[in-house]
């Protein structure tokens, strides 16, 4: 859960997410996703309009580049970028830590950097070892 506040950085592909803003089969006027905020959900559709692979949106819109817990508040706010996001504010299992990283930064950040120590001490796949760099994240080379 603490790792996913990476999402506080960095930007996504509309074609990662636009899924999430069409319409509902059963609800033609609706978001397929409820777990998105009316509004920001307005203007995801308006910066994916465009038919254009190379449009990203930024994952934290209201603090873009700064590392914070502002991630965690999007999500509390129902402004989860991506579905993966939206799941860890409306699981039980989940909800309360996003809820205690929205309101306490210090604490987002204490506990980012063991998780990252641990996560960095794993050690990660090269050429050399199994793994790839891929082209393109999505597919083998």
Known sequence: LV???????????CSAFD???KPNVRNPNSSSSSSLD?????????????????VVV???PRTP??????????VVANEGLLESDSALGIDSRTRDRVMEFADD???F????????????????KDEDNGGEVRRI????N
């Open 65 to 74: 580049f700064t590392f914070d817990n502002g991630y965690y508040r999007n």
């Open 19 to 21: 899924y999430r803003l």
């Open 109 to 124: 950040f204490e506990e980012w950097g063991v998780a990252f120590a641990k996560l960095s001490s794993i050690g990660a």
């Open 3 to 13: 790792i996913a506040g990476a999402h506080t950085i960095g930007a996504a592909h």
């Open 105 to 107: 930064q210090g604490r």
């Open 38 to 54: 009316g509004n920001y959900a307005g203007r995801l559709i308006q910066l994916c309009a465009r038919d254009d692979d190379s």
């Open 137 to 140: 994240c999505s597919a083998p």
């Open 58 to 60: 930024s994952n934290d």
